[in-house]
Structures are given as C-alpha cells and as structure tokens.
C-alpha cells in the first residue's frame, strides 16, 4: 500500500517544500494541510501553534503518512522536538536544513534571517546557525506583513515591491551579511522581488531544496522510499477558503494536483 508524506503549514508557504519534495522524490505521495483559517501562525503564542500543529498531525494520522514534514519554521521551533519526541515516524523540520544551506553559501560568515516574530523570538536559527559554526553572526528580523501578502497571492508588482522594501529596510541598513535566510517558508513565493530588494550579491537562501535533500536521505535510510510503478497522488487540504488555496496551488505547481478538499481540523488539548 502507498503510503504519502505528509506536510504541515499554517497556510501556503509549505507549498515551496511540496515543490521541491515532487521535484526530487518524483514516486513520492503527499498529503499536505495548510491552516490557512488560522493563519499566520507567527504572532501567536507557542502553546497556541503547538496545539495547532497537533491538530494537524492528528489528521495526518488517517492518511497512515510514513513521514512527517513540517513546512513551517513557526511550528519547527515550536513543536519540532515533541513531534520527534512522541511520534515513531521520522519527523523533519525546515529550520536545519535552512541554516545548513546558508552556511554552504556564506563567505563572510555574517546570516541574515528573516521569518516570523514566533520563529525570530524563539532564537531557532542563530541556535541551529551557531551549534554548526560558533564563529557565525547572524542578524534577525521578523517580517510580519509578508505572510498576509503571500497569502492574498500578492506575489509581485507595485504593492509587494513596496511592502518588501519598507519592511527590509532595516536590515538593509544594517549590512555587512552576505547570504540571507528566508526563514518562513511562505517567503520563497516573494523571493524575486526579496532578491531585487536586496541585490545580487546576497546569497538568498529558502530551506525547500535542502529539506527535499534530507527528506530523501531520511526515506532511504529507513528503507521507506517508495517502490511501486503507480504515478503518486498528491492531497492537498486547507481549513480556509478554497479558492485561493487552490488558486496559490495551481499557479505554484504549474500541474494538476489530484485531490483539494477543505477540512475541519478536531480540537486536540494538549500540556
Ligand atoms: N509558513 C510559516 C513559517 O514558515 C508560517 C507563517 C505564519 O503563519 O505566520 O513560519
């Protein structure tokens, strides 16, 4: 029997992980949910995305998924550890392989991260930046209008070039970092218009590619990867308004996806 992957986000933005998961595990099944009626994630409090996040995987758990991603930096720096801690599959967050990447691109050893207020506050990055590299500086900026945008499918033209460039500009000011961390992975959607904020010579880095990479190497190591001839089908489901989930979808994918469906996610308590 096939058994998906299943991918977590408040909303959209793991959308740029399912990407690079299709394009790299090509046999691979996914079940994906975005939050997007409780969407954005990041000004909430932990135990709030905790909970969210459970809500989510319990759902997942009807899809018997044999991986869990989550597509969320929010949820990675909230939940990652008790997800791995409390469930028997393998669990992978977005926030590692993101500062492994940056790492690989950077010269001068000075990061830059943008993300959430949640993920920023939570100091995840510089955590996962520094036990790879004490000698790393890295500066931290939240970006709380950029979630909402990408949400809306305001992903270029006047408004998002204004938005992403009031918003960097104290980063900006800042200088001297050479290679920046989309740390929010609904960031990718706008990253065209981040790079040209920022210019070419800043290494602009999103954790879709290397999370893919890890996810692969994960599969194979518990001899998990799938077998069979049959094309893989590809769920996705959001809590909010289908039209614009499924609108942001069919531009992204630029291909079908199989099933779209809005679902209600069962409260779950958790301490
Ligand atoms: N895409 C998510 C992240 O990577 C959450 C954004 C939000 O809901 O605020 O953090």
């Known amino acids: 029997m096939v058994q998906p992957i299943g991918v977590i986000d408040s909303g959209v933005g793991g959308m740029t992980v399912a990407k690079e998961l299709m394009r790299q595990l090509p046999k691979e099944s996914i079940v994906y949910i975005g939050d997007t009626k ?7 409090s932990e135990k709030e995305v905790r909970t969210f996040t459970w809500e989510m995987v319990e759902h997942l758990k009807q899809h018997d998924i044999k991986m869990l991603v989550v597509a969320c930096n929010t949820a990675t720096a909230f939940a990652l550890k008790e997800l791995k801690e409390k469930l028997d599959i393998p669990v992978l967050g977005v926030i590692e392989p993101g500062a492994r990447a940056a790492i690989t691109f950077s010269e ?3 990061i830059g991260v943008i993300g959430t207020e949640g993920t920023v506050h939570s100091g995840a990055y510089p955590e996962a930046l520094k036990g790879i590299d004490s000698s790393i500086r890295v500066n931290s900026q ?3 209008p950029f979630v909402p945008l990408v949400e809306r499918n ?3 033209g006047p408004e998002a070039e204004r938005v992403v460039r009031e918003t960097l500009k104290p980063l900006k000011d800042q200088n001297g970092i050479d290679t920046l961390i989309l740390g929010c992975t609904h960031y990718p959607l706008i990253r065209n218009v981040i790079q040209r904020e920022m210019g070419d010579h800043i290494n602009v880095i999103s954790s879709g590619e290397e999370t893919a990479r890890e996810a692969s190497l994960i599969l194979s190591y518990h001899h998990l990867q799938e077998q069979g001839s049959q094309p893989p089908v590809h769920k996705f489901y959001t809590t909010g308004d289908f039209d614009k989930f499924k609108k942001i979808a069919d531009e992204w994918f630029e291909a079908p996806l199989d099933i779209f469906e809005v679902i209600e996610l069962d ?3 958790i301490f």
């Open 38 to 44: 409780r969407c954005p994630y990041g000004p909430r």
């Open 154 to 156: 305001v992903l270029k």
């Open 142 to 144: 939240s970006c709380p």
């Open 108 to 110: 001068n050893k000075r």
């Open 267 to 269: 409260p779950v308590e």
